[in-house]
């Protein structure tokens, strides 16, 4: 009895130690293969532009984008990364056409579409800005997976601590990429270019 018993405790501890080793190597595999290890980066969106219109992620498809994520009272991240996209643009020509640049606000309590189309007239004109109700901010935040979080200031006032990359999205609307804050002005054009390039050769769908 007890040698039975020890024979069925065998076979039990052979048979976890097979699920096991099978579970951890579906996990190693997971992790080592990109295509399933990515997390989903980007998806429709409902959002409104400066001229109070209702736009989501379909008017955008067919074009690869740059999307970039702030508020009109940011003190320098927002208008220093404003003012670079402004050069990718003038940069690019008329291939700028090719592109579009967004800026989405995380501040949408303040940013209504009147005061986010005062502020970006200031900067290159192929540059469109995005605003809605708070529901659909943190929905597109949640989707692009952006960090924004409301910081109560000293003078009773807030800032929004946000992202500071430029998202980079193909025309089929998969994550490609991204800008890093002051990153090179040569290689951000670059990848801009690079990402037009692929978008003109790929076979259309
Ligand atoms: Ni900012």
Redesign the pocket.
Known sequence: MALKLIRYSAWAAVFLIAVSVGVSSVLWYQQSDPATAAVKVGGDFSLVDTNGTRVTEADFLGKPRAMFF??TH?P???PT?LYEASGWLQALGPDADKLSVMFISVDPERDTPEVLGDYISAFENGIVGLTGSTADVDAVVKAYRVYARKVETDDGDYT?D?T?SVYLMDENGKFSGSIRYQEDHDVAVEKLRNLIARAETAPSS
Request: charged residues 10%.
């Open positions: 702030g508020f940011c320098d991240v927002c990364t929004v946000h500071a």
